[in-house]
């Protein structure tokens, strides 16, 4: 079983930054980012990271956006730079990992990223 918990949401003006967290307890995994979700769009992929720190982006947010851990992968960050309105959403935090060969997600709760002038 894995909790996981986002923090550091909020409103911010186009071309500003905002650092997001996750803090991960429980059973340790494989895998950890972040999906985004606007109104009326399907869940997409922002950025993940694996144990070994090897990472990906979405197109849309490559150049901009960093995500990194700390060394015991308890705590997952994303920081957003150049912030655009496109970037409104609801961002949730993930964890992957294996469990009897079965390969297993959770989820957050999500944490609100709104850009607006």
């Known amino acids: 079983q894995v909790q996981l918990v986002e923090s550091g949401g909020g409103l911010v003006q186009p071309g500003g930054s905002l650092r997001i967290s996750c803090a991960a307890s429980g059973d340790s995994v494989n895998a950890m980012g972040w999906y985004r979700q606007a109104p009326g769009k399907q869940r997409e992929l922002v950025a993940g990271i694996t144990k070994g720190g090897t990472t990906t982006y979405a197109d849309s947010v490559k150049g901009r956006f960093t995500i990194s851990k700390d060394s015991a992968m308890t705590t997952v960050f994303l920081l957003m730079n150049n912030l655009k309105p496109e970037d409104t959403a609801v961002y949730y935090c993930?964890?992957?990992?294996?469990?009897?060969?079965?390969?297993?997600?959770?989820w957050g709760r999500g944490t609100q990223v709104s850009i607006s002038s």
């Open positions: 993930h964890a992957d990992r294996t469990s009897g060969g079965m390969p297993l997600r959770y």
